[in-house]
């Protein structure tokens, strides 16, 4: 790989990465402060998609926006309502909803797995046009995203330090603690769950509408590919305030990307994408598991070295 | 001013493990009470403060708190006028989260959008080093860097900070250091005192029990067995309310896990 082939691979990789940020921006508030690992998730963002593709076909670029996030927040409701109101497991509450979304999506997108929105006006095109023959008239893919997640990031860091944020953030910690300072704890998660949504489903609406097309599988793994990136960003910015954890999951999302990215030039067939983040996944959740009982499993080497059985041993 | 009668709960109904936890309990709190509560394990002292509090509806019965009937109304509702401790110092605050976001969530102060202001900020800090610990500087350090001493006194003024018609101790000295506890008490006996609190005390420390507050009360098989204030109560001395105690209920207090005098001597 020479060097003139790494511009246009980091702008891919920042793309792609913005793009997918929106929806680790999602998770950073659902999974990291909420607590909720949030299986919709998958099925929110191809809703977004379909909404915002049959939207902007329909002749309405920016009301495609708004209405993809207004039906990401419903979605969030509806899975927030299940797990707060109606006894459903979280967990279950997720897969549920993004079973009964893979239908609705299909019905949305009137009896079809694919839209196309090759020549559909959006956000891009009209974006495309102004740029035209000015120098960074390449970089309209780039600059919508970087618009849409620095809005997101500047939004959760005021938000998260409001009373209602605290409040949201306390829920995730112990909700006990929220009981007692007379707030429903259903209530925080309610309102969690749907701002997360609607940043989900705008990931999906704009990732659609930057590809010119959207089909029932632009979803699929979504939560898991989010989730590593949220992952890598909170190894990279472990300690620091909210805005600077939702900066490292923004940079989590571009790291994942570039690495990514860089893999398939060095001909990792494409199909692995999906492999590589469950991976990420299980790596950065179980690494710090057994660092927790390397300790313990070291002793239980010793003593068999030293030829006495470590069976009965208390496991930790 | 809190008013329970005929409350019953059993546990488990129905099943091999069914358990009647209260028993057809009355206890009439009068305003301004400091009530400390004994009993052995299993009492159902703990179960009495969930009843009131809320953490579960109780199966029978009635708890009124200044005139309203408070008996079905869920938790986080009623805990507008009731604050609560526990023993675990980690129960009540929010470990990743700072000392002042804390407080403000306590406070409720403000609408949902509000940050907190300098107004605000002040306060706490004031509040804060009437604690006597050196928190007032630590206002931006998340609540996990704290000792559970200071926890547990940081989670009183939580507790109180919107003062409660009702204050429920359960035993919130009981995980710390003596010197800890001694201070975290004396914290409380001041707050309660200032604040004219109604408070009802768990304590598995006899001594304290009789030394604190203005009325005692011991608990055996979901029921209060002994309830001794005033006059008959300040001449009482430890022996005294063992006697009572196994006089009312029939049998002897299980002391296994009861300090009968300060520091177990």
Redesign the interface.
Known sequence: MNLADMGPLLQTALELGLFSALTVLALYLSYSMLNVCDLSTDGCFTMGACVGAVVAISGHPFLSIIAAMGVGILSGFIVAILQTKMGVESLLAGIIVNTGWYSLNIAIMGNASLLNMNKTETVFTKLKDVLDGTIISDAYRLIIALIAVTLVVVFLSF?L????G??I??TG??P??????????AFTTIVGLCISNSFTALGGCLLAQSQKSVNIDIGSGMVTIALASLLIGEAVMSKGGITLRAVGAVIGAFIFRLVYTIALRFHMPAYMLKLVSSIIVIVAISGPYFKKRLPLIKRSLALKKQGIDGEGRADA | MLRLSHVSKTFNPGTVNAKQALTDLNLNVNDGDFITIIGANGAGKSTLFNAIAGSFITDSGQIILDDTDITLMPEHIRAHRIGRLFQDPMRGTAAGMTIEENLTLAAGKGGWLSHIDRKQREEFREILSRLDMGLEDRMKQPMGLLSGGQRQAVTLLMATINPPSVLLLDEHTAALDPAAADKVLKITREVVRQEHLTCLMITHNMESALSTGNRTLMMSDGNIVVDVSGEERDRLQVEDLLNMFSEASGKKLDTDRILLKEGGK
């Open positions: 938000f330090r409001t009373r209602l605290l409040a953030r306390a910690n112990n006990d603690m929220v009981k007692s300072s007379s707030i429903n704890p």
